[in-house]
């Protein structure tokens, strides 16, 4: 096995034991739940394998689902905002995405921050739209949606500045 998939598969079980273990149990006013596990997506290596990202972010949907108890919308959002990864990277980073120069450890940027926030707002917009499933419901799916989603970047963001790599 090499480094890199090392990484991941820690980062993989790092991000989902902390979701488990201390983010599941916060509930702000009652709607408002952090799910920085989306992480491990967002921070997957640019140049990647692409079916194995999809691959593990249906097992971490899956697995968030059972412990949830939630029905499939947790692994529908993840494979939901695995897909989408690529075209967010290249909406967010442009040619930087191209030439596979991006790297989402470094000091926060505009092009890194319009990125987290793109994808974490897909995937809680599916999630949301998922659990709730309900037309005349749109204020209450609407309220979770940014309340969770300015909750999660704020975390993410501090975890991404936690496990940043120091500079050699």
Partial sequence: MNSALLGNIARFILLFAAQILIFNRIDLFGFINPFPYVLFIILYPVNGNKSGLLVA??????LMDMLWNSGGVHAAACVVLAYYRPAIFKFSFGLSYEYQ???LNDVLTPERFSFIL???VLHHCVLFVL???????IWEILKRTVGSTIFTIIISIIIIYIIKPSKR
Avoid: C
């Fill in 57 to 62: 972010s249906f097992l971490l949907g899956l």
């Fill in 101 to 103: 120069t991006v790297r």
């Fill in 118 to 120: 793109i994808a974490v």
């Fill in 131 to 137: 659990e709730v499933f309900d037309v005349t419901s």
